[in-house]
Nanobody
Framework: QVHLVESGGGLVQAGGSLRLSCAAS????????MGWYRQAPGKQRELVAT???????NYADSVKGRFTISRDNAKNTVYLQMNSLKPEDTAVYYC???????????????WGQGTQVTVSS
């Protein structure tokens, strides 16, 4: 069993900052890519940012220059620093990780339960 647990969401005024964390635990042999996605009411889930095990990052155009993704491989944790937040960033943010539970096993995608981020104008 593998679990992803997010924390750090909340309510913030426009222009403010929040830092999300997501810790993976359980039967983990290796973690490949980790990332953050978000889903606003009435919209599809969209990619926010991803980071490979080697530290290569990718961002949605809408968050470039404002959000920073990072990871601590020793802690199996990924972070999302969100600055200059806008009302349109309001969404449930989900953590994602590609994890193998054994050396010979398959890699599976796991998702966290989501954390609400609300940005007021």
């Amino acid at each position: 069993q593998v679990h992803l647990v997010e924390s750090g969401g909340g309510l913030v005024q426009a222009g403010g900052s929040l830092r999300l964390s997501c810790a993976a635990s359980g039967s983990i042999f290796s973690i490949n890519a980790m990332g953050w996605y978000r889903q606003a009411p009435g919209k599809q889930r969209e990619l926010v940012a991803t980071i490979t095990s080697g530290g290569r990052t990718n961002y949605a155009d809408s968050v470039k220059g404002r959000f920073t993704i990072s990871r601590d491989n020793a802690k199996n944790t990924v972070y999302l620093q969100m600055n200059s937040l806008k009302p349109e960033d309001t969404a449930v943010y989900y953590c994602n990780a590609a994890i193998k539970s054994s050396a010979s096993g398959y890699e599976y995608d796991y998702w966290g339960q989501g954390t609400q981020v609300t940005v007021s104008s």
